[in-house]
């Protein structure tokens, strides 16, 4: 050790250090209970906005009308504000899992076709003719 650093250490022992003080610092108690209850509001306010931004992805998505079911793509808060990686990533969703993709509705009549012959209703008059 070099004579600057022992003087040094010896300055350092001779001194009496104050880094830990007699009393914490204390706040009272309505001070911290207002604190608290701000916290609390905020948190609740957060927690509310990130569901409607949830909401508000899903409907984005469910517009597209290119997926069944709209909660098949995670959520991302750039979907909300950029419309082209909302429908690069439901691209790329439906790329891996074509089975995802939103169901075409059937075109035309859905009963056309050969339906046979239809049978003719039972007639009185008919019988009678017969009969006769």
């Keep these: 050790m070099s004579k600057e650093q022992a003087e040094n ?3 350092i022992a001779g001194e009496e250090t ?3 003080p ?3 610092d204390n706040f009272p108690r309505d001070y911290v209970e207002g604190l608290r209850a701000e916290n609390a509001k905020y948190r609740t306010r957060a927690q509310h906005t990130d569901e409607l931004a949830q909401r508000l992805h899903t409907e984005l998505v469910k517009a597209t009308g290119r997926l069944a079911d709209p909660s098949d793509l995670a959520y991302s808060e750039d979907h909300l ?3 082209d990686a909302l429908n690069t990533a439901i691209d790329e969703l ?3 899992k074509p089975h995802l993709k939103k169901p075409t509705a ?3 009549d859905v009963g056309q076709g050969n ?3 239809a049978e003719v209703p039972v007639s009185l008059l008919g019988i009678l003719r017969n009969i006769v």
Excluded: C, F, N, Q
Aim: proline content about 10%.
């Design 106 to 108: 059937p075109s035309g």
């Design 81 to 83: 504000t950029d419309s």
């Design 22 to 24: 007699d009393e914490p």
């Design 94 to 96: 439906l790329t891996a």
């Design 115 to 117: 339906r046979g012959t």
């Design 18 to 20: 104050t880094d830990a």
């Design 9 to 11: 250490t010896d300055d």
